[in-house]
């Protein structure tokens, strides 16, 4: 193992769900406003994963006042406080960029099925 190797298994995090495109996720950031911070909230469904290791990234859409917004998140960012899956969606592609056209119930993904 190369010393980049090992400097970058020590920064990735272990507490991370299993996260796929589709599911709604609820993703606690810290936010810097001025010489404070606080814990920002933000839920909305996972529209896809990108890179790999230590640069993965999701990005997470959600409906704020009938407008759309997306944000990016580095997972393994140490801004990044938790992530928690709400429910898993179904998904047959691995980016859902057809989300952004839809509106209101038809932006909604079927709950995937929990094999018991």
Known sequence: MNILDEVVSS??????????PG?????????VEGNRERIQVFEGTV?????????????VRRIASGVGVERTFK?????IE?????????????QLYFL?????????LRERRVNS
């Open 100 to 108: 952004r056209k839809r509106i209101g119930k038809a932006a909604s």
């Open 11 to 20: 920064q990735l995090r272990t507490d991370l769900p299993e996260i796929a």
């Open 47 to 59: 529209m896809r994963l990108r890179g790999g290791c230590i640069t993965r990234s999701i990005t």
């Open 82 to 94: 938790r992530i928690e899956v709400v429910r898993h969606g179904v998904a047959r592609r691995a």
């Open 23 to 31: 599911d709604t996720v609820r993703v606690a950031a810290k936010v």
């Open 75 to 79: 997972i393994h960012s140490p801004r």
